[in-house]
């Protein structure tokens, strides 16, 4: 680039007549909010090093190459191979005397009261270069296992979308951040005070053979760990109703808050909820920590932008009721759909008073279920579904200890075709845990070869109540032994 030695005056508005059309101002939209906190702190780290020259690179996947054998070796990126699991990064000539700054973001314990919690702060640090980068392989060899599941479930997100059979659907789903309504004129009192009401999105893009469809359902219920299934079942309900082939296997793909997706609950309700729609295999997906970006977010994405033009244009959206009547209205490729709070006090009766733990949830990132009350679950995933003969990733079984009442809510429809607010309440009958023999909760690791499969009597056939699907119809499902999986 030339340097300009002559210097012009001009004026603004002369200078924006000559600015490209795509520079413009910073936006505080534009600032990353969503940055994984593992990737942000060896980033900080290898900006430190490179400032002083200590390192050549700051491309992590160099990085990385530069200390493992294998990239994609599950042994070498989880530091216990043999022959590169004390390999640590070249680092140039520095003066030992030198103290440099660096930042990294960590937990910091508050007291308010009685009360204590965690906070994430960004603090800066100081130190000998040894000091730093004591720290940077630290890091570095803790990132190593992070980033191989990382890249390993985008890829089989990937694949399970590009290779989907006819009797199969993927849905990919994730909780939108909640939408704060507004209206185009807002008293102080309003703005200020706690009198703005929020509503609950839950976005999600399904898939098959014959194509794909892109989902919203909103309610003002704020909770979500138990309203997942109310969520879900009427964007099935509907995506069948446009793919008229028989689908009876279910691919949910999800990010893996404990507060929403990855929990016992969920678990126990992917493991007997879909077989009373008529699934015979369920499988959830989840993303690696703080890496869950994906279609769904561009829908609620769009969804809201469309909303916050609809305010400035004149307009109210003053409860999470007028944005699902707008949205319904003016959205053409998303299906939008209510879910009412009795949707979700359904699904609260479908539990019993206590679920057993599944152990290791938190580093679970794939859990199957073929039969009700059975699930497989292992730490990463994988394209295999032949749980008797593929013991890949550490894969582990557990069976819930359950009885589906004998009576379960029903569903019914309004006019407008949503649904309606007059649904039964009934008491599950759940045994109590007095009454439940079982085996503390511990989770079993599954043998390799199918004929190893631990054996189990027969037990009685399951009934399970069509929940909120067919009123008053009772599905009988008998829980096929374990070598029948194989």
């Known amino acids: 680039m030339q340097k300009c030695e002559k210097k012009h005056q001009l004026s603004y508005r002369q200078f924006i007549s000559y600015k490209p059309f795509y520079v413009t101002e910073a936006r505080s939209s534009d600032r990353n909010t969503c940055a994984c906190w593992e990737h942000a702190n060896i980033s900080l780290l290898s900006d430190a090093l490179s400032s002083r020259g200590l390192i050549t690179t700051k491309s992590l996947s160099a990085l990385l190459s530069g200390i493992t054998c294998d990239t994609e070796n599950t042994k ?52 000998t270069v040894g000091e730093l980068t004591g720290v940077f392989n630290q890091r570095l060899n803790a990132i190593a296992s992070h980033q191989l599941n990382w890249l390993h479930q985008v890829k089989q997100f990937r694949h399970i979308k590009e290779n989907i059979h006819a009797n199969e659907m993927v849905l990919h789903i994730d909780f939108s951040e909640n939408y704060a309504c507004k209206l185009n004129t807002e008293i102080q009192a309003f703005h200020f005070g706690g009198n703005r009401q929020q ?32 969520h879900i079942k009427p964007v099935i309900d509907d995506f069948r109703r446009r793919h008229e082939n028989a689908i009876d296997t279910l691919h949910v793909l999800s990010d893996g808050p404990a507060t929403q997706y990855r929990n016992r609950s969920n678990c126990f309700l992917m493991s007997s909820i879909p077989y009373a729609w008529g699934f015979k295999r369920v499988t959830w997906n989840f ?76 580093s679970t990132n794939q859990v199957l279920s073929f039969a009700p009350g059975k699930i497989f679950y292992r730490d990463l995933r994988c394209t295999s579904l032949d749980t ?35 649904v039964s309440s009934v008491q599950p009958s759940w045994p109590t845990t007095a009454s439940r ?10 043998p390799s070869s199918p004929s190893s499969l631990p054996t189990r009597e027969p037990k009685p056939t399951l009934l399970l109540r069509c929940c909120m699907h067919v009123p008053n119809q009772v599905h009988q499902l008998a829980r096929p032994k374990l070598d029948s999986l194989s």
Not at 199 to 227: F, K, N, W
Not at 408 to 422: H, I, M, Q, R, Y
Request: net charge negative; proline share 5%.
């Open 76 to 127: 070498c990126m989880q530091r216990v191979c043999t022959k590169c699991c004390y390999d640590e990064p070249d680092l140039q000539d520095h003066n030992p005397a030198d103290t440099p700054t660096w930042e990294q973001w960590e937990k910091q314990d508050v007291v308010v009261g009685e009360r204590s919690y965690k906070n994430w702060v960004k603090k800066k640090k100081r130190g």
């Open 199 to 230: 509503a609950t999105m839950h976005t999600g893009v399904a898939y098959s053979v014959g194509g794909s469809q892109c989902y919203a359902t909103i309610s003002q219920s704020l909770r979500y760990e138990r309203a997942v299934w109310a």
């Open 388 to 422: 008797g003969r593929n013991n890949c990733h550490k894969l582990h079984q557990l069976e819930f200890d359950h009885v589906f009442p004998d009576e379960v809510p029903g569903d019914k429809t309004s006019d407008d075709g949503g649904p309606s607010a007059e």
């Open 437 to 446: 023999a079982h085996d503390g909760g511990s989770a079993t690791e599954v």
């Open 287 to 362: 993303s690696e920590r703080s890496h869950g970006k994906g279609a769904p977010d561009g829908v609620g994405g769009v969804l809201k932008r469309k909303a916050d033009m609809y305010v400035l244009g004149g307009s109210d959206l003053q409860t999470p009721r007028d944005l699902y009547e707008y949205l319904q209205k003016s959205s053409e490729n998303v299906t939008i759909m209510w879910i009412e709070e009795e949707q979700i006090s359904t699904m609260d009766e479908m539990l019993p008073p206590s679920v057993r733990p599944v152990t290791g949830i938190s």
